[in-house]
């Protein structure tokens, strides 16, 4: 998925890719909150890890759709940092 060229999408594909994008940012969000609320390091490095993939594919979801003339609203994008 990461090396095809996303210049051109269908509408489909857009509205696919807005809903994973909107699940990567809730996930990203959960991470967020339950950082604050673990204790336990070894969970915390979990937790951090799968933060920090979710952030990735947040970012490279939001590129793609740039790219292809689908800007995302930021203000839409909820805060996760």
Do not use: W
Not at 13 to 24: A, F, T, V
């Amino acid at each position: 998925m990461y090396n095809q060229s996303t210049s051109q999408i269908t509408q489909k594909e857009k509205l696919y890719l807005e809903d994973q994008l909107s699940q990567e940012q809730v996930c990203l969000s959960k991470c967020n909150q339950y950082l604050n609320q673990v204790q336990n390091p070894q969970v915390r490095n979990c937790i951090e890890d799968i933060r920090s993939s979710c952030e990735q594919k947040v970012n490279f979801i939001s590129e793609r759709l740039n790219q292809a003339g689908f800007p995302q609203n930021q203000s839409q994008r909820p805060h996760y940092y």
